[in-house]
């Protein structure tokens, strides 16, 4: 069974950094797809980072050269970066892998609980 927690969510001010973290386990950690979604209040979760198995890694476009996404397999445990925070990126971020295979938006199949992640300005 995969089970995912993620820690470092908090509040920040505008043009802040915060670094999400997301232990895995249940499952062979280097080869499968993980990733990061965010949702803020009223609105669909979203796609914000994925890191393929080899470790390349995918971005939305909001969310470009402000945030990174990293992994360390030895650990088992997930990381985001993110930089330059703005108000907009308020949301629960959520801690996501795809198991089948596959790493499109749509592919991932098991979630964390999320961790909040508030910016003020």
């Known amino acids: 069974q995969v089970q995912l927690v993620e820690s470092g969510g908090g509040s920040v001010q505008a043009g802040g950094s915060l670094r999400l973290s997301c232990a895995a386990s249940?499952?062979?950690?280097?080869?499968?797809?993980m990733g990061w979604f965010r949702q803020a209040p009223g609105k669909e979760r979203e796609g914000v980072a994925r890191?393929?198995?080899?470790?390349?890694?995918g971005y939305a476009d909001s969310v470009k050269g402000r945030f990174t996404v990293s992994k360390d397999n030895a650990k088992g445990t997930l990381y985001l970066q993110m930089n330059s925070l703005k108000p907009e990126d308020t949301a629960m971020y959520y801690c996501?892998?795809?198991?089948?295979?596959?790493?499109?938006?749509?592919?991932?199949?098991?979630w964390g609980q999320g961790t909040q992640v508030t910016v003020s300005s």
């Open positions: 996501a892998v795809a198991s089948g295979g596959w790493c499109r938006w749509a592919d991932f199949d098991y």
């Open positions: 249940g499952y062979t950690y280097s080869t499968i797809c």
């Open positions: 890191i393929y198995s080899l470790g390349s890694t």
